[in-house]
């Protein structure tokens, strides 16, 4: 025989649900100990381009990464978010139009690749005037080894200065409130090793080409 609940436990229970539902929207602070709420995007927000085996190392290890640093950023990539048995090209279109920042992968074998050409021009058309396209320079790439069309975006350098700027970028231009900025150096600050120590980790293939600075002259007509 089922026996009733006494009020003073109804009323227990009720403030355990409720504490259970207050936890459920914050988030703990490994840095300053301290909890909070805030909104969290609910799609994919940062799109990550690549093409080969070490760009593709690197983009995974960068969509791990972003997650750490900016709980807001919500990666895309489509080695690991496309759905077996969908269309992949339909599946990239569409993460392409709600896409706030792209980062585009390069290292000295990919600079030619078609599909990362295409995905770099996809990403520079977005709907979005306040979206951003910056390309991540990897294994010794300089800004003066790009051409056209990869030449006319924001170059990164894929170290540690650089990168902080790149994150400061992806933090103002996502779909919601930005973390301030002594938040988002402290969080830097704990995760860049991690990011640092899988780059440096980046093996060249065995016939990577020889780096060549791009003409000087050329000037992009628009």
Not at 44 to 66: D, H, M, T, Y
Request: aromatic share 6%; hydrophobic share 40%.
């Amino acid at each position: 025989m089922l026996r009733s609940v006494p009020r003073s436990g109804q009323r227990a229970l009720a403030a355990m649900d409720a504490a259970k539902a207050r936890d459920a929207n914050q988030v703990y602070d490994t840095l300053t100990c301290e909890t909070g709420e805030f909104a969290m995007a609910d799609t994919n927000n940062v799109f990550i381009s690549w093409s080969g085996p070490r760009s593709k190392q690197a983009a995974e290890a960068l969509r791990e990464w972003l997650g750490n640093v900016l709980q807001n950023a919500r990666p895309w990539m489509s080695a690991t978010d496309i759905e077996k048995g969908s269309r992949g090209l339909d599946e990239i279109a569409r993460a392409l139009e709600a896409m706030k920042v792209g980062i585009i992968c390069l290292t000295p074998e990919n600079l030619t690749a078609e599909w990362l050409h295409f995905e770099a021009g996809a990403l520079s058309k977005t709907p979005d005037a306040k979206s951003r396209v910056c390309t991540y320079l990897l294994a010794g790439l300089e800004s003066a080894n790009l051409k056209p069309p990869l030449s006319l975006f924001q170059a990164t350098k894929a170290n540690k200065s650089e990168t902080r700027d790149l994150i400061r970028t992806i933090n103002k231009h996502l779909d919601v409130a930005p973390l301030p900025e002594s938040t988002l150096n402290a969080t830097f600050e704990k995760w860049w090793p991690d990011l640092e120590e899988k780059l440096n980790a980046l093996r060249a293939p065995s016939s990577a080409p020889h780096l060549v600075a791009a003409p000087t002259k050329w000037s992009p007509k628009f």
